[in-house]
Nanobody
Framework: QVQLVESGGGLVPAGGSLRLSCAAAGRTFRSYAMGWFRQAPGKEREFVVAISRSGGSTLYADSVKGRFTISRDSAKNTVYLQMNSLKPEDTAAYYC?????????????????WGQGTQVTVSS
C-alpha cells in the first residue's frame, strides 16, 4: 500500500508557473513508476506525464511538452511537476499516481494508487 498526497495547486494567471508536489508514504518509493493526470470539469481524465522508477526516462503528453517538467527525489519520496507557460486550458484537478508493475505508462488503468488531487486554475 502507498499513500499519495498532492500539493501546490492554486490560481495563476496565464503565462505563469506552478510546481506541484506528490509525497508518497508506504512502500518503497523507488518501486513505482509515477505519473500525473488531470481532469477538467465535464471532461475525461487525461494523461499528462510519467517518469520511470529510476527517473531516467520520461513521457509527456503533446499538449504539455516543452512547458511541463516531471522529476522525482527518492530521498524525499516525492515527485514534482513543474508547470511553466500555463494556459487556461491547463485548468483541471491534477492527480499523481503510482504504478508498481508498469515501467512507465500513460494508461491510467495501469496505475495502482492515486492521490486525492490538487486544483490548478489558470485565468485568462
Amino acid at each position: 500500500q502507498v499513500q499519495l498526497v498532492e500539493s501546490g495547486g492554486g490560481l495563476v494567471p496565464a503565462g505563469g508557473s506552478l510546481r506541484l508536489s506528490c509525497a508518497a508514504a508506504g512502500r518503497t518509493f523507488r518501486s513505482y513508476a509515477m505519473g500525473w493526470f488531470r481532469q477538467a470539469p465535464g471532461k475525461e481524465r487525461e494523461f499528462v506525464v510519467a517518469i520511470s522508477r529510476s527517473g531516467g526516462s520520461t513521457l509527456y503528453a503533446d499538449s504539455v511538452k516543452g512547458r511541463f517538467t516531471i522529476s522525482r527525489d527518492s530521498a524525499k519520496n516525492t515527485v514534482y511537476l513543474q508547470m511553466n507557460s500555463l494556459k487556461p486550458e491547463d485548468t483541471a484537478a491534477y492527480y499523481c499516481a503510482a504504478a508498481l508493475f508498469a515501467t512507465m505508462t500513460q494508461k491510467d488503468k495501469e496505475y495502482d494508487y492515486w492521490g486525492q488531487g490538487t486544483q490548478v486554475t489558470v485565468s485568462s
